[in-house]
């Protein structure tokens, strides 16, 4: 018997048997879960792209299996958001240190949960033992014509951002400290970085009117400024324009959660460029799909990207985005320089 109380032992296939296998109802779906490879019939253009998530790493280790698969999916969706592409499939490859029923239960759940409301088939994948990590690989159509790019930006676009900023950053702090408040703010915030929400119509809806776009993964400024390295361009970014959550106004002071929305990562808002002539439009086509979306600066010509208040250079230390292997995404700069390439 397991700690659980399941007196079941079971193998990967077994494991994949009973919380992942599910009948598909897509016809494409040639070959799905249960081979050893899932075959697709592809007829457009397809998206794919794929993350991995590591216990200790990109989420405390101990977290609940529901946000786990939630998040897994989301941060997978939300690449594809970044494309303007609708997600169809995916491949998941889990790493176990054993199999505890109860987590793998609420695993699926949240992920199963996620996937339903997005139209996502699980066709594949592979489990193995090991430390805690998570695999997703996702495939999406997308409109060979109007895919969007990171690179597509051009002099005098402007800059948007949907939904809000710095919210999941400090989720993550209260998540890492145990700070368990029954308040409001502190649920939402809280619910902001277990939970995120994909930004997959908005993505959809800026086909024709975006042009170029990123997810906010790492942070604003580091992922504005992959963008900005792709288009050739440098940015400028109003601080005072930061689209920040009445729940985060409430729970840090103003400096902190300014900070946070530049450079604390985990939002997954959609973070885009588009000609001033398009403003109307782009207004209009997100208020159909219920998002949020603000204008935030510009681009213009040079490198990396700048923070403005009130439109004068902000003589700000340099702020890091997230890096994986540790190494600053910002560049040193001159006083007015938030964030570089």
């Given at each position: 018997?397991?700690?659980?109380?399941?007196t079941v032992?079971?193998?990967e296939f077994?494991?994949?048997?009973?919380?992942?296998?599910?009948k598909?109802?897509?016809p494409?779906?040639i070959?799905g879960?249960g081979?050893?490879a899932a075959?697709?019939?592809l007829g457009?253009?397809t998206a794919?792209?794929t993350?991995?998530?590591?216990?200790?790493?990109?989420?405390?280790?101990?977290?609940?299996?529901?946000?786990?698969g939630?998040?897994?999916?989301a941060?997978n969706?939300?690449?594809?958001a970044?494309?303007g592409?609708?997600?169809?499939?995916?491949t998941l490859?889990?790493?176990l240190?054993?199999?505890?029923?109860a987590?793998l239960?609420a695993?699926a759940?949240?992920?199963?949960?996620?996937?339903?409301e997005?139209?996502?088939?699980?066709?594949g994948g592979?489990t193995t033992r090991?430390?805690?990590?998570?695999?997703?690989?996702?495939?999406?159509?997308?409109?060979g014509?109007?895919?969007?790019?990171?690179?597509?930006?051009?002099?005098?676009?402007?800059?948007h951002v949907t939904?809000?900023?710095?919210?999941?950053?400090?989720?993550?702090d209260?998540v890492?400290?145990g700070?368990s408040?029954?308040?409001n703010?502190?649920?939402?915030?809280?619910?902001?970085?277990?939970?995120?929400?994909?930004?997959?119509?908005?993505?959809?809806a800026?086909r024709?009117?975006?042009?170029a776009?990123?997810?906010?993964?790492?942070?604003?400024?580091a992922d504005?400024g992959h963008?900005?390295?792709?288009?050739g361009?440098?940015a400028s970014?109003d601080?005072?324009?930061?689209?920040?959550?009445?729940?985060l106004?409430?729970?840090v002071?103003?400096?902190?959660?300014e900070?946070w929305?530049?450079a604390?990562g985990?939002?997954?808002?959609?973070?885009?460029?588009?000609?001033p002539?398009r403003?109307?439009?782009i207004?209009?086509?997100?208020a159909?799909?219920?998002t949020p979306?603000?204008?935030?600066?510009?681009?213009?010509?040079?490198?990396g990207?700048?923070c403005r208040?009130?439109g004068q250079p902000?003589?700000?230390?340099?702020i890091?985005?997230?890096?994986h292997?540790g190494?600053?995404?910002?560049?040193?700069?001159?006083?007015?320089?938030c964030?570089?390439?």
């Amino acid at each position: 018997m397991n700690r659980n109380g399941d007196t079941v032992s079971l193998d990967e296939f077994g494991v994949i048997e009973r919380y992942f296998a599910r009948k598909s109802e897509d016809p494409r779906v040639i070959v799905g879960i249960g081979d050893d490879a899932a075959v697709l019939n592809l007829g457009g253009a397809t998206a794919v792209a794929t993350d991995t998530m590591v216990a200790g790493v990109h989420f405390p280790k101990g977290l609940a299996g529901d946000a786990v698969g939630h998040r897994i999916l989301a941060v997978n969706l939300s690449d594809l958001a970044a494309m303007g592409a609708e997600p169809r499939w995916c491949t998941l490859a889990l790493t176990l240190p054993d199999v505890d029923h109860a987590w793998l239960a609420a695993f699926a759940q949240g992920f199963f949960a996620l996937a339903a409301e997005h139209g996502v088939e699980l066709i594949g994948g592979d489990t193995t033992r090991g430390p805690l990590s998570v695999t997703l690989h996702v495939l999406g159509d997308v409109d060979g014509d109007r895919i969007l790019t990171r690179g597509g930006g051009a002099t005098g676009d402007d800059i948007h951002v949907t939904g809000t900023l710095g919210d999941a950053a400090a989720g993550l702090d209260l998540v890492s400290r145990g700070r368990s408040g029954t308040g409001n703010a502190h649920r939402v915030l809280r619910s902001r970085f277990l939970t995120p929400t994909p930004r997959v119509a908005a993505g959809i809806a800026l086909r024709g009117l975006a042009s170029a776009a990123i997810d906010v993964s790492d942070g604003l400024l580091a992922d504005l400024g992959h963008l900005c390295r792709a288009s050739g361009c440098a940015a400028s970014v109003d601080v005072e324009r930061l689209p920040l959550s009445p729940e985060l106004r409430e729970t840090v002071p103003s400096r902190n959660a300014e900070a946070w929305a530049l450079a604390g990562g985990d939002d997954y808002e959609l973070c885009f460029t588009a000609p001033p002539t398009r403003r109307y439009d782009i207004e209009r086509a997100l208020a159909a799909c219920e998002t949020p979306v603000l204008r935030i600066g510009q681009l213009h010509e040079g490198r990396g990207v700048h923070c403005r208040r009130d439109g004068q250079p902000m003589a700000s230390p340099v702020i890091s985005g997230y890096s994986h292997f540790g190494e600053s995404v910002a560049e040193s700069g001159t006083a007015g320089t938030c964030g570089g390439e």
